[in-house]
Each structure stands twice: as structure tokens, then as C-alpha cells.
Nanobody, 123 residues
Framework: QGQLVESGGGLVQAGGSLRLSCAASERKFNSYTMAWFRQVPGNEREFLAAMVGTRGNTFYGDSVKDRFTISRDGAENMAYLQMNNLTSEDTAIYYC????????????????WGQGTQVTVSS
């Protein structure tokens, strides 16, 4: 069973940046779509970004497309989410996920999930 582990969350001031990392336990994940979501308690998970394979297309959620960048390192089985110009509205738990044979934005399309990492943006 594949595993995903996020890291890099923390406390940052508004206007600052963070880079989240996601370590995948299996190399086969390099062939699949990897995505980032976030969730505020009481709300549904929000799609942020995804990349198909390690060199494929990328696509973003409207709320972050000008500030966040997804990348992957296939050699290291890693994915990253670079987040710039953060605001208090970006405070949430951030998750990485892998979708097998899926290339969309819906949460239910992703089969593997990490445990999440907390990002808190102070205003």
C-alpha cells in the first residue's frame, strides 16, 4: 500500500512564502497524477494544483493559480507546492494525493492521501 507524507507546513506571516513537500513511498506513483488539496475544518477539501506524471500537464485551482506552483522530482519520488504571497485565507491543512488513471480536480478521483500538514498564515 503506497504512502504519502507531507512536510513543510508551519507559521508564516502574510505576504510570505512556504514550500510544502510530499514524499511518496513507491516509484510507480511517478506515472500517476499527483495533486495538492487543502481543507479548513468544517469545509470541503479544495483542489489547488495537480501534475500528470513528472513531466506532464499542470493545472491549478482558480484561487491559487497565480501564486502557487506544483513541481515533482521523479528521481526522488517527491512533489512540491511552492506557495507565494500567502494570506490568512490560505490557513488550512494541506494534503497531497495521488490519482491512478485520473487527471481531474475532484477529491474522489484520488486514491492515496497523506496525513496533511498545517499551514497557518498570520495577518
Amino acid at each position: 500500500q503506497g504512502q504519502l507524507v507531507e512536510s513543510g507546513g508551519g507559521l508564516v506571516q502574510a505576504g510570505g512564502s512556504l514550500r510544502l513537500s510530499c514524499a511518496a513511498s513507491e516509484r510507480k506513483f511517478n506515472s500517476y497524477t499527483m495533486a495538492w488539496f487543502r481543507q479548513v475544518p468544517g469545509n470541503e477539501r479544495e483542489f489547488l494544483a495537480a501534475m500528470v506524471g513528472t513531466r506532464g500537464n499542470t493545472f491549478y485551482g482558480d484561487s491559487v493559480k497565480d501564486r502557487f506552483t506544483i513541481s515533482r522530482d521523479g528521481a526522488e519520488n517527491m512533489a512540491y507546492l511552492q506557495m507565494n504571497n500567502l494570506t490568512s485565507e490560505d490557513t488550512a491543512i494541506y494534503y497531497c494525493a495521488v490519482g491512478v488513471d485520473y487527471r481531474g480536480r475532484r477529491e474522489r478521483g484520488y486514491s492515496y492521501w497523506g496525513q496533511g500538514t498545517q499551514v497557518t498564515v498570520s495577518s
